[in-house]
């Protein structure tokens, strides 16, 4: 069983009953999961289970059947993406997806469109340059000549541009060299402890428990373990599928 969150935390995200898929494939089968402030909370789950399906649906790129998806108390399951993210949805999507001919600061400063009226604006581009130095050593390089590993920490930062209430890491690890992932996650674990609340889907089962609080278990579109972080690190069955290889 899931470790409760705290009485007095409260819910950023709530997906209740969700089912979703393409065309007449159901692939997500009536999954109930939950985030609170200032969480980590990690999807995990093999090729195949599900996470960016999930994603997708809470994002608003594929329609809910069935269900309902609250974002900070208020239900956007029919609402539009765009209007997710000025309702403080911050996405890092798979696969990066820079805009390759604009530079770096064009690329942060589209992350900060939603706010654009906003006085600190300036402020937060200072601050993410300050969470990834490299970036502001290459402000001014467009953003198709980075290195993956670069790439990834620019589409953090874009989205943070926002200011988010959530932010959504979909796969961060992915094709990264292990010093850039550590990085990345030293990142998301500070980023964390200033009290940003975070849904981290990973393949990477290891690196995901290891800076979550909880974490939920995909198969097949269903959840077939949940708890805190610690005791799914701990159990058999985990560690037997996702842990056997090494």
Same mark, same amino acid.
């Given at each position: ?44 789950? %093999?090729?195949?289970?599900? /996470? ?13 059947? #069935?269900? *309902? ?16 993210? !000025?309702?403080?949805?911050? +996405? ?10 604009? *530079? ?32 502001? !050593? ?8 980075? #290195? ?31 010093? +850039?992932?550590? /990085?990345?996650?030293?990142?998301? *674990?500070?980023?964390? %402890? ?7 889907? !990973? ?18 579109? %269903? ?21 056997? %290889?090494?």
């Amino acid at each position: 069983m899931v470790e409760p969150m705290p009485d007095a935390t409260e819910t950023i995200l709530a997906v209740e009953g969700l089912r979703c898929g393409y065309g007449r494939a159901e692939v997500i089968h009536d999954l109930d999961f939950k985030v609170g402030q200032g969480e980590i909370v990690c999807l995990i789950g %093999a090729n195949g289970a599900g /996470k960016s399906t999930v994603i997708k649906a809470v994002i608003g790129l594929i329609p809910t059947w #069935s269900g *309902t998806i609250r974002l900070c108390g208020r239900d956007v399951t029919q609402i539009r993406t765009s209007t997710r993210v !000025e309702l403080g949805l911050g +996405i890092v999507p798979e696969g990066r997806g820079v805009l390759p001919q604009l *530079t770096v600061a064009e690329n942060l400063l589209l992350g900060g469109y939603v706010r654009r009226s906003e006085p600190w604006l300036a402020d937060e581009m200072d601050r993410v340059l300050g969470l990834f130095p490299i970036l502001a !050593e290459r402000r001014e390089q467009l953003a198709g000549t980075l #290195s993956g590993g670069e790439q990834q920490m620019l589409v953090i930062g874009r989205a943070l541009m926002s200011r988010p209430r959530l932010l959504i890491l979909d796969e961060p690890s992915f094709g990264l060299a292990p010093k +850039i992932i550590d /990085k990345i996650f030293e990142v998301v *674990t500070e980023l964390r %402890a200033g009290g940003l609340t975070i849904l981290l889907v !990973e393949q990477n089962a290891n690196v995901a428990l290891e800076v979550s609080q909880r974490g939920y278990v995909l198969d097949s579109g %269903a959840c077939i373990l949940s708890d805190a972080a610690a005791s799914l690190r701990q159990d058999a069955r985990v560690r037997d599928i996702y842990f056997g %290889a090494g």
